[in-house]
């Protein structure tokens, strides 16, 4: 994005010296969506804010994989965890208004904006993984998605100053390899799931095969999905019916 057009998104925001103070903030390197207090994700404006992850477009891949596999379902059980502000949860009601979503994640500050975003309807739960989850879903989800962090702890120091300075390192930190978090759905998300339901988990292209490993161990049916439109990797495990 131009700058004249970061500028003309943020005059919708503020005038004065208020937008005077957002523009010296964003050429500071504070990210525009933590100004603008909204990202764009698949047709939405989700809310953000600072302090928490931005949805990448790159997410939109769990948001088409989730939304396949539950296409001829009624009602589908579709469950967020490291929701963040909870962009596929949310992309998956806007187009299946129908679907039951629950997220999770343990940063309470992201599931503020995860509840705006998510409305009233959905069950958003505050806690590590799998285990705030209401112990009624177990064995009945028919579509568990994770963005979890899969950058290498010794890459972070790598990445663009917006995502090193002002993200949580939680939200980016993998572990030594990336996978980490990844090792550890794939030991609690199979009991979760319902007959023939999926799990989608994004990767790194680094970390898919390490992640192929991981749920292939826990007894599930993996693939991967690559989507070079939005640069979208996702390892997909499916629990046999």
Do not use: F, S
């Given at each position: 994005m131009y700058a004249e057009?970061?500028?003309?998104?943020?005059?919708?925001v503020a005038t004065g010296e208020s937008l005077e103070r957002l523009v010296r903030r964003r050429v500071g390197g504070e990210p525009l969506e933590h100004l603008l207090g909204w990202v764009q994700f698949g047709g939405l404006r989700l809310a953000v804010g600072p302090g928490v992850f931005v949805p990448r477009s790159r997410t939109q891949v769990l948001v088409d994989v989730a939304l396949e596999h539950v296409s001829?379902?009624?009602?589908?059980l579709v469950v967020e965890v490291c929701c963040g502000v909870a962009p596929v949860g949310s992309a998956v009601l806007a187009a299946r208004p129908d679907a039951v979503v629950h997220a999770a994640d343990l940063d309470a500050?992201?599931?503020?904006?995860?509840?705006?975003?998510?409305?009233?309807?959905?069950g958003v739960w505050c806690g590590d993984l799998l285990r705030p989850l209401p112990a009624g879903l177990r064995g009945r989800v028919d579509v568990l998605v994770a963005?979890?962090?899969y950058v290498p702890t010794h890459a972070i120091a790598l990445m663009p100053p917006e995502a090193r300075d002002h993200e949580p390192h939680h939200t980016l930190d993998g572990g030594s390899d990336?996978?980490?978090?990844?090792?550890?759905?794939?030991?609690?998300a199979a009991s979760w799931l319902a007959p023939d339901g999926l799990v989608a988990v994004e990767t790194g292209r680094e970390q898919a095969d390490t992640t192929v490993e991981a749920l292939t161990r826990a007894g599930l049916e993996t693939s991967v999905r690559f989507d070079d439109e939005v640069d979208g990797t996702a390892v997909l495990a499916r629990r046999p019916r």
């Open positions: 057009d970061e500028a003309r998104l943020l005059a919708e001829g379902a009624d009602a589908p500050r992201a599931l503020v904006h995860a509840r705006t975003n998510l409305g009233p309807a959905a963005n979890a962090p990336g996978a980490d978090l990844h090792r550890r759905i794939a030991g609690e």
